[in-house]
């Protein structure tokens, strides 16, 4: 959902765009939402999967076979399951995670924002033009879930579903990740930071609509629209001297 947001963003810019995704009917999908804002010449698509280093270095060759270079990289893939309250035992608690979700949510989440950024950071970085890294952590790269938020009538505490251990640990660590990459490239000006939003509405249930923007001081959720801005001002010289950062747009949630 915000992918696309980000890229009508630096369309908006007058940039063009590259989208990726696993998914080659998303990406369609995509490029048509997207085809309002510019002429397609201007949206390109490749399938890429972050978690697979020759997959990106696929794409990255590709890149430099039509002399394209890449200015900005905004690293937002990401995986979020969807609850199941009907099971059981609640496979998103601590005491029941797998290892494998653990490990297919970090390859993604973290692993891939670090993958992109060697391949497409070190072309930034080799020709000495620079560049902008950005990364899409989230509000709760600064705190922690209130699990509170996710309580489901009728379930039993073992049944409750709670956001999973595996969010915290990627988006706090997206934060180190756009620190390191923020100084060890700032000698040839590829900049890194990041940007947290809070909850976008997506037709989530009213009573976790309404707990969540509790705790909101603007008391609401936001729209995905609401983080163009941040996009446009952090991909550009805008920005020129911001780096290492993470922008927190929350509605004044960690302001509380
Ligand atoms: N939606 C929100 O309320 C919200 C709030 C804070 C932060 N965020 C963050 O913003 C980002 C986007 O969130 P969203 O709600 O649009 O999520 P989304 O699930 O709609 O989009 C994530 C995209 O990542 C793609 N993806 C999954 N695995 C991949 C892989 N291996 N390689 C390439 N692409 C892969 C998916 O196909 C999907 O298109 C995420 O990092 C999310 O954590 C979202």
């Not at 009538?153 to 988006?171: A, F, M």
Request: net charge negative.
């Amino acid at each position: 959902m915000l992918g696309r947001e980000h890229a009508a963003a630096l369309l908006e810019s007058g940039a063009t765009v590259v989208l990726t995704d696993i998914s080659h009917a998303s990406l369609m999908a995509a490029r048509a939402v997207l085809a309002a804002y510019a002429d397609t010449a201007r949206i390109k698509i490749a399938i890429m999967d972050v978690s697979s280093r020759a997959s990106i270095a696929e794409v990255a060759e590709r890149f430099v076979t039509e002399k394209l270079r890449i200015d900005v990289l905004v690293n937002n893939a990401a995986i979020d399951p969807k609850v199941n309250a009907e099971a059981i035992v609640e496979t998103s608690r601590l005491e029941n995670f797998s290892i494998e979700q653990w490990e297919l949510q970090v390859a993604v989440g973290l692993t891939g924002a670090f993958l992109c950024s060697q391949v497409f950071g070190s072309l930034m970085a080799a020709d000495g033009k620079g560049g902008v890294i950005l990364n899409i952590a989230s509000d709760l790269s600064v705190f922690a879930p209130d699990q509170r938020l996710y309580r489901k009538d009728g379930l039993s505490p073992e049944q409750q579903p709670v956001k999973p251990v595996t969010y915290s640990v990627i988006k706090a660590g997206l934060i180190g990740l756009t620190r390191y990459l923020a100084t060890y490239w700032a000698d040839v000006g590829v900049r890194s930071n990041a940007l947290s939003p809070g909850g976008v509405y997506n037709g989530q249930d009213d009573k976790f609509v309404t707990r969540l923007t509790s705790l909101i001081p603007l008391g609401r959720m936001a729209t995905a629209e609401e983080y163009r801005g941040a996009v446009q001002f952090l991909c550009s010289d805008a920005s020129a001297y911001m780096n290492g950062q993470n922008i927190i747009m929350d509605g004044g949630r960690s302001a509380l």
